[in-house]
Structures are given as C-alpha cells and as structure tokens.
C-alpha cells in the first residue's frame, strides 16, 4: 500500500542511490533493469513468470523501459521488483548488464526493505527465496549464466 502511484515517486526512490555504475550501453537492443535482491542470511529472491514467458521456468525480476514512461534505469528496477515479487528494495550496488536475445539488461544488487511476496502482480505465478548454493537449479535459462557468474 505504501508503493509509488506514479513515474516521480519511483524516481524519488533512488534520488539517494549513492553508487557508481558504467555507461550502459544497449548494442542497439531495447533496454531493461532488474536487481537481484538478497537477504541478510544470504537467500535470494526469485520470480517464476506466468505461463514461463520468454522462456524462464525462474528468474530475476526485471522488464524493460517504456519509452512514454520515461523512468531510469534505477527506478525501472525498483518498480519491476514490486510489481513482479511484491517487494520493497533498496538498490546497494551494480552487479552487471546482460544481453538478452531482445533487450540490454541491466541488473543491480539489493536488498529488501518491505512488501509481502503475496502481492507480486500477475506476470509471476509464484515468488521464491533460493539459497544462493542452489540458484543453478533454479536459474536454468542460458540468458541467467551471467547473472550465475557475476554473483559467484
């Protein structure tokens, strides 16, 4: 309930975000965010989509930017996050950008600050949290290996 209801108030959600990341750069693919959110004991969260859309049984949440909607990377990220897991983040870092077959996707760490799984909206079917040891069986697209790689 205590979500943004609009593109100002996602923005304002990391006016604080004090990290550094690189140039993102597209290779003229459609750009996108996500963030990998960890627990303090070291779990991490992850989306089943609906009907394994794009071709994921499980996954990160991420999506990509609207051009009318015009929000940053960093909002987008946040706003993906809620609306797919039903969480609250805080972004704490870059992890890395990964090419997709139709998007540039860049993830960034984080870490939960609120929200209930339970209102993950309809483009996942189920909100897991993995032990980071077991994220290879969860995370078996080969679009994730990177993620795989950069977390390790």
């Known amino acids: 309930t205590d979500s943004p209801t609009d593109l100002a108030g996602w923005e304002s959600l990391v006016s604080d975000c004090c990290f550094d990341e690189p140039p993102f750069k597209t290779h003229g693919k459609r750009p996108a965010s996500g963030a990998v959110v960890i627990e303090p004991d070291g779990r991490i969260w992850v989306v089943s989509p609906s009907n394994q859309f794009g071709g994921y049984t499980h996954t990160f949440p991420k999506g990509t930017l609207s051009a009318k909607e015009g929000?940053?990377?960093?909002?987008?990220?946040?706003?993906?996050?809620?609306?797919?897991?039903?969480?609250?983040?805080?972004?704490?870092?870059?992890?890395?950008?990964?090419?997709?077959?139709?998007?540039?996707?860049?993830?960034?760490?984080?870490?939960?600050?609120?929200?209930?799984?339970?209102?993950?909206?309809?483009?996942?079917?189920?909100?897991?949290?993995?032990?980071?040891?077991?994220?290879?069986?969860?995370?078996?697209?080969?679009?994730?290996?990177?993620?795989l790689e950069a977390l390790s």
């Not at 969480?87 to 860049?106: A, H, N, V, W, Y």
């Not at 760490?109 to 079917?125: I, V, Y």
Request: glycine residues 6%; charged residues 25%; hydrophobic residues 35%.
């Open 71 to 147: 929000l940053s990377l960093r909002a987008n990220a946040l706003k993906e996050v809620y609306e797919e897991a039903g969480l609250r983040i805080e972004l704490t870092g870059f992890l890395c950008d990964c090419q997709r077959s139709k998007s540039t996707t860049r993830y960034y760490l984080a870490r939960r600050l609120g929200g209930n799984p339970a209102d993950m909206g309809w483009e996942s079917q189920a909100v897991h949290l993995v032990p980071k040891e077991k994220l290879a069986d969860y995370l078996t697209n080969k679009y994730d290996a990177p993620l």
